[in-house]
Each structure stands twice: as structure tokens, then as C-alpha cells.
């Protein structure tokens, strides 16, 4: 398996505009991960799904993102407005549920800057 | 809300020295993790560890929990310039089946 893909790797765009980062998981990982990773505040989980159902977005900062999941094997995180302090690496991870102690698989991230 | 300290949040040595990073919380965890993140990269598991004063050896990384399942270190012996990265610990919660928390990692820095 090629493991967890997100594209792009990179997105540099201008304020106000609408950014789309994509993730395909590993193939029967039933579980995935939206994270943002900045130095000031680390790794922050922004909404998780669990069979292609959003479980908890208490970690979206703003109405102004979206994440979707329309099957297995996709999934879509959108920011409409963009603004400059959402710039930071985005991160998709997947992992089987349901399993104690189960290892996360990251895709390389996509660094997004808003200017 | 469970949350994980891990400190040092820098760390600079020569290669040859030995350093020990730690990652504390107040929550009881059902295991710990640790993650290596090189740069452009996404994390990647190490090791886990399940059972309280449990010791894992991974080469020349000795990976400890804590007895009461709150904490745990990462010990490194001889590090070379290889070892470089951010060093991230993720908490399992007790129940099993809500995501990993992530402490904010300690960025060690391998000099040659």
C-alpha cells in the first residue's frame, strides 16, 4: 500500500480565497484524521471519522472549515475564507478502529500559506 | 480534556551524547506512544507501551512508562546525527476509542 496520500503538499494562497486539501486513507482503514500542526501549538486534531461519518469536529476552529467524507477511500478538508493565521501543515492520518493501542498512519502533509 | 507535557521542547546535542526526553501527563492512559516526525514528513510510529513500567528497547532508544500509566520517557544513548526529529508522545485513552493526544513534541537536534 502507498500509505496515506494527501495532496497538495503545498498551497500558497491569497487571503479570502477558498483552499481545498484532499487525503486518500490506506485501503481498510475504517478511521481518519484531520490535524493541523503549527510550532506555537503542536499538533491539533481538527474532526475525525469514523466508517466515512463525522464523530467530532469540537476541533474546528471556525465555521469557515468543512470536512467531508463522501466514501472510504476520500476525504476533503475545505477552508472558505482563507485567512493568513490558517497557514500551518495539514495532516491526514487514518487507522482501524475498534483496535486498542492502534498505530496512526500520517500522510507527508500539505503546507498551506495564506498571504 | 487529557493533555500531554513533554519537555524538553528543544534540544541540541554533539553526537556521542546521551539525552532523555519526557512526556507527562495528570491522565491515566491505557498505553503511550512515541512518533518520529523528520522534516517534510508526517509522524511515525516508534513504539508503544502498554503496561505500567513497561521498558522497550528499540536499538540504542530505551522507551519507559511510568508505573501508574501517566507518564513515560525516551531515553537516547549515543545519538547520532540520524536521530534528528521531532519526538512526539500520543496518549491511548482508557476506553480505547477516542483519538490519540498529542503533546506538542521535542525537537532534538543532532549535531555532527
Known amino acids: 500500500d502507498a500509505g496515506v496520500i494527501q495532496s497538495p503538499r503545498h498551497e500558497v494562497t491569497e487571503m479570502g480565497q477558498e483552499v481545498t486539501l484532499r487525503c486518500k486513507p490506506i485501503s481498510g482503514h475504517n478511521s481518519l484524521f484531520w490535524y493541523r500542526q503549527t510550532m506555537m501549538r503542536g499538533l491539533e486534531l481538527l474532526i475525525y471519522f469514523n466508517n466515512n461519518v463525522p464523530i467530532d469536529d469540537s476541533g474546528m476552529p471556525e465555521d469557515r472549515f468543512s470536512a467531508k467524507m463522501p466514501n472510504a477511500s476520500f476525504s476533503t478538508l475545505k477552508i472558505q475564507p482563507s485567512e493568513p493565521r490558517d497557514s500551518a501543515v495539514y495532516f491526514c492520518a487514518s487507522t482501524l478502529s475498534g483496535r486498542l493501542n492502534t498505530e496512526a498512519f500520517f500522510g507527508q502533509g500539505t503546507r498551506l500559506t495564506v498571504v | 480534556t487529557q493533555l500531554l507535557e513533554q519537555s524538553p521542547q528543544f534540544l541540541s546535542i554533539q553526537e556521542g551524547e546521551n539525552l532523555t526526553v519526557y512526556c507527562n501527563s495528570s491522565?491515566?492512559?491505557?498505553?503511550l506512544q512515541w512518533y518520529r516526525q523528520e522534516p517534510g514528513e508526517g509522524p511515525v510510529l516508534l513504539v508503544t507501551v502498554v503496561t505500567g513500567g513497561e521498558v522497550k528497547k528499540l536499538k540504542r532508544l530505551t522507551f519507559q512508562f511510568g508505573d501508574a500509566r501517566k507518564d513515560s520517557s525516551l531515553h537516547i544513548t549515543a545519538a547520532q546525527p540520524g536521530d534528528t526529529g521531532l519526538y512526539l508522545c500520543?496518549?491511548?485513552?482508557?476506553?480505547?476509542?477516542?483519538?490519540?493526544?498529542f503533546g506538542k513534541g521535542t525537537r532534538l537536534s543532532v549535531i555532527a
Open positions: 500520543a496518549g491511548v485513552s482508557l476506553s480505547g476509542n477516542t483519538p490519540l493526544v
Open positions: 491522565s491515566v492512559f491505557s498505553s
